[in-house]
């Protein structure tokens, strides 16, 4: 049973520069959340996607943006970079979005580091 | 929105003693709270939850507690055990947040032989 596969790993952009990450969310899921992980700290909550739209945001600007494709996998998209956007941007897959609580699973995130 | 307060920010206990990492919450509509155990250098791990229907649930040496009342839940593992060091991360999704999950600050704990 696949789980949630981020790629790339590792990247590397210079200030201003365009980013793309990709995620597969683990099988039989359909929902796909972003969140970013500064160095020691929780994860914040970017947005999420689910029947390719983005259903919730958080306190990001809008030059973080993303995708959800038919097969559930996700792409996250950040322009203008900015050093303070260097991060761990993990992905999580889960099964619906109603309110009763879905267990999200993660995946082992890009690292970003901007120059 | 929903803040999510974790203590304590490190802790150290013995080999085979318990450890426990409490967490408040500000939404009382918040209705789903999981705990995530992070490595150095690996992927948050999903280890236990509750939904606010339960006052409390148990895995094997791992449990959580949840008082509506106070908006504070706990982690507690009991018999710890080396392996048992990592980042433990509390978190809640409210309702009409379609599972939105704010995390706390996470907790550092080390367990020494």
């Known amino acids: 049973d696949a789980g949630v596969t981020q790629s790339p790993t590792h990247l590397i952009k210079t200030r201003g520069q365009q980013v793309t990450l990709r995620c597969s969310p683990k099988?039989?899921?359909?929902?796909v959340s972003w969140y970013q992980q500064a160095l020691g700290q929780g994860p914040q909550f970017i947005f999420q996607?689910?029947?390719?739209?983005?259903?919730q945001r958080g306190n990001f600007p809008d030059r973080f943006s993303g995708h959800q494709f038919p097969n559930y996998s996700s792409e996250l998209n950040v322009n203008a970079l900015l050093l303070g956007d260097s991060a761990l941007y993990l992905c999580?897959?889960?099964?619906?979005?109603?309110?009763?609580?879905?267990?999200?699973?993660f995946g082992d995130g890009t690292r970003l580091s901007i120059l | 929105g929903e803040n999510v307060e974790q203590h304590p920010s490190t802790l150290s206990v013995q080999e085979g003693d318990s450890a426990v990492i409490k967490c408040t919450y500000s939404?009382?509509?918040?209705?789903?709270f999981p705990w995530y155990k992070q490595e150095l250098g690996k992927r948050p791990q999903l280890i236990i939850d509750i939904r606010s229907n339960v006052g409390e649930k148990k895995d094997q040496r791992i449990a959580v507690t949840l008082n509506k009342t106070a908006k504070h839940f706990s982690l507690h593992i009991t018999e710890t055990q080396p392996e048992d060091s990592a980042v433990y991360f509390c978190?809640?999704?409210?309702?009409?947040?379609?599972?939105?999950?704010?995390f706390g600050t996470g907790t550092q704990l080390k367990v020494e032989l």
């Open positions: 999580a897959s889960s099964l619906g979005t109603d309110d009763l609580g879905r267990p999200q699973h």
């Open positions: 996607y689910y029947e390719e739209e983005e259903r």
């Open positions: 099988s039989g899921h359909d929902t």
């Open positions: 939404d009382s509509a918040s209705n789903y």
């Open positions: 978190a809640a999704s409210y309702t009409g947040g379609g599972n939105k999950l704010t």
